[in-house]
């Protein structure tokens, strides 16, 4: 036996080629080459897998009527180029039977007001705007605190804490001396006195009464700059005190920001005045967006966009989180479904159907995409009807018909 296991093996490989030699030029009747036709008169190219016409790796295509071998499906034939009524090359007629087996459905492109609707999160901070810091001029010690917890609301002009202060009391005895002295030197000096005591804050209404009364103040009373919530305190009665310290942050919380992430690629459908919807703390409050940040994040591809919302409730807090829909107008133009618009990197490409069966990819300028759709600038008037699925097997057919017209051309 192992003598003859060679010529064993040289006669299958042999019969297999003939076999496949046989299948390859099966007889005139479904050739690939010849002039093959089936029941409808028309030129047979192929005979291929409706469930895989995308073309390799996935395309399965025989030279004659049969089976998918994956699927048992009936192959459908594919025509020559010359049989569809037009010579586009990106045309292409599909069979009715082929395009309910790989799903096509058709929509009308018409007239819609779009509204391009952008959801994100964002969180809620103080507007810088109405916050103040609250600071001595002067070095002093803190004998009375009025205002001792944070979180405490005060109004404009509240007192906050008592000082006393050394050099205040002594500024304060130089306007007394100086009032006395009814020369031209004496109001000089009363003038430069009443200047230095109104540089570290003391009230008029306190200047007046040390002069009438020639009694000066122990201690100068700091007041509310603004009305708002203590969102800071660092005063603690007995403590010395400079300007460099910072004694009370008081944030007026009835005007707030929203600070919301937005995508790099949805900023060119915000502006300045975009209407929002804000959702916190179980309300829902409308504002308004007033700055795009100028910077986008590295890590995340956002830019910071504030919201400003009025808030007279105060149920708003720094740092709570908020859910914020944004809502532009895009007008009204000619639109697609979004599914019917192919973007390959560098074109957008929509099938439009044909009166007479086929299929023309035409090339379009698509606007902004907004409620599903696409608003389109050019290459698709209202009216016409556009292929909304299975465009991609679409479009391996219209690549295909490309194909077989450039091989008809050059004589193959």
Sequence with gaps: MKRWAPWIVAAVFAIAFVVAL?????????????????????????????????????EYKSNHPGVAPDCNMKLVPQYAAESTSSG????????????QLIGVKLATAGL???????????????????????????EGFIDTLYVNVTGQPVRRGEPLAAIYSPDLLATQNELILA????????RTLAGAARARLRLWDMSGADIDRVAATGKPIR?????????????????????????????YEITDLSHVWV????YESELAAIHTGTPAQVTAGGQTLSGRVTFIGPVIA????TATVRIELDHADGLLKPD???????????GKSVAVPDSAVMNTGSRMIVFVARDNGTFEAREVTAGAKADGYYAIRSGVAAGERVVVDANFLVDSESRLKSALSRMNGSGQ
Excluded: C
């Design 259 to 262: 600070l919301a992430d937005i």
């Design 88 to 99: 586009d090359a990106g045309a292409v007629s599909i069979p009715s039977q082929q395009q």
């Design 298 to 301: 590295a890590a995340t591809r």
């Design 22 to 58: 046989a299948g390859r030029r099966g007889g005139n009747s479904n050739e690939i080459d010849g002039v093959t036709q089936d029941g409808s008169g028309r030129r047979v190219v192929a005979w291929i897998d409706p469930m895989y016409s995308m073309g390799p790796p996935h």
């Design 179 to 186: 009032e006395r002295n009814h020369s031209e030197l004496g």
């Design 219 to 247: 201690d100068v009373v700091l007041r509310s700059p603004v009305s708002g919530i203590v969102t800071t305190k660092n005063a603690v009665a007995g403590a010395r005190v400079t300007p460099a310290d910072m004694l």
């Design 320 to 330: 709570m989180f908020a859910e914020v829909l944004l809502e532009q107008q895009q």
């Design 112 to 138: 819609r007001d779009l509204t391009h609707t952008i959801r994100t999160t964002g969180r809620v901070a103080a507007d810088e705007r109405r916050t103040a810091q609250v600071r001595t001029k002067f």
